[in-house]
């Protein structure tokens, strides 16, 4: 069955950095559209970014240009979240999702449980 196992996680500092990965399994990895996708306590769930099958087309929410990057690596079945200058706004639960073939980047049938970011001083 499908699984998306999520993890780097953790409390850091503003300004601080932290590395997500999401390891799938039960499906071929490559030929997915994957995103992240964040929430906070109190709110709905954000998309942050999503990443095409071959690598080489991302999209970003704007609050995070310029400070998140996303990655995948087909060879390891891994989804990765590089997280720079990390603001107390950028606090919530993220996990990956798993998109539909043929759908919009927003469109997903299977998550992760998430792990969670804590950006405080």
């Given at each position: ?7 780097g ?5 503003p ?5 997500l ?10 030929r997915?559209?994957m995103?992240?996708?964040r929430?906070?306590?109190?709110k709905?769930?954000e ?10 087309f991302?999209?970003?929410v ?6 998140f990057?996303?990655?995948?690596d087909?060879?390891k079945?891994?989804l ?8 107390p706004?950028?606090t919530?639960l ?5 998109g ?8 997903y049938?299977y ?11």
């Open positions: 069955q499908v699984q998306l196992v999520e993890s996680g953790g409390l850091v500092q300004g601080g950095s932290l590395r990965s999401c390891v799938a399994s039960g499906f071929t990895f490559s997915y559209y995103s992240w996708v929430q906070a306590p109190g709905g769930p998309w942050v970014s999503g990443i095409n099958t071959g690598g080489g991302t999209r970003y704007d609050s995070v240009k310029g400070r990057t996303i990655s995948r087909n060879t079945n891994t990765y979240l590089q997280m720079n200058s990390l603001k706004e950028d919530a993220y996990y990956c999702t798993k539909l073939i043929g759908r919009g980047p927003y469109d049938d998550r992760g449980q998430g792990t969670q970011v804590t950006v405080s001083s």
